[in-house]
Structure formats: C-alpha cells, structure tokens
C-alpha cells in the first residue's frame, strides 16, 4: 500500500488539524517541570472591536515564543488570554453597523435595547481575534480565557 504525499502544502488543513490535536491534549496547560520554577506571560487582552493588526500579531508571536522556550527549559508555563470589552471602542463600530443596516441612531433606542445590540454584536464578532490568534498557533492555555466584563 503506497500513499502519495500532496505536492502542495494546504496550511488551513494543516494547522487546524494539529491546533485542535493540540487543544484536545491539553498541551498547553501548566504542568510541572523539571526547574521547578514557574513562568507566566499575560497576553495584553485584544479588544473586541476588529482584528489583528501586525503589532498584534508581533507581541504575540513574541510572547509565545518566550513561552515556548520557556516550557522547553522545563519551566512550568501558563500563557494567559483575555479579551477587553473596549466600551468606548466597541460602541461606535456598533453604531455605525447599525446605521448602515437601520438608518438609525442610538438615540433611537431606550439605553438597556442599545446595549442589547452591543452584546450581540459581541456575542457575534467578538472572538474573531481570538480565532486568529488561534490560526498563528498561540500556545495559551484557553481554559482560562476571561473577558473583562466575565461576572467575577
């Protein structure tokens, strides 16, 4: 039985193959290592507002490579994702979003059905950066993911 390799390489197949491998084995958890010393690194949480931008994505490409070198010296490593609501940011994106679709103002709206659209659009696009910090294959340990405005 002979199995031919693809002459092209597809890194969508790829990678979301083996990030999921990599999320399924928990392997980005904090386990003991063998210095006996700890290492932690916070990511800067990313708004909820857009995208990586390319300093996005060089401070995390940074501070995952100091984890991961870390996590070979055998220190015990947890590299820690958030997600900031960004209030003032987010509000505007989601006026705008609903003036293209509604013709409408957030003075249309009683304050409590305003923040309603708010959340949804959250609900709707707010893990977009954490879906491509995901693609570049950040080694966070996702379990502790907490959005600032998460009930304490």
Known sequence: MTTELSTTYSP????SKWYKTWE????FKPKKGKTNKAYCIIVPPPNVTGKLHAGHALDLTTQDTLIRFKRMKGY??????GLDHAGIATQPVVEKL???QE??????FSRE??????WTWKEE???TILDQQKAMGASCDWDYLTFTLDPI
């Open 113 to 118: 059905d305003f923040l309603k659209k708010i």
């Open 12 to 15: 969508k197949d790829t990678e």
């Open 76 to 81: 015990e490593t947890l590299f820690l994702p």
């Open 98 to 100: 609903v003036w293209q």
């Open 125 to 127: 696009y707010g893990n």
């Open 24 to 27: 399924t084995g928990k392997y």
């Open 103 to 108: 013709q409408k103002t957030r003075r249309d």
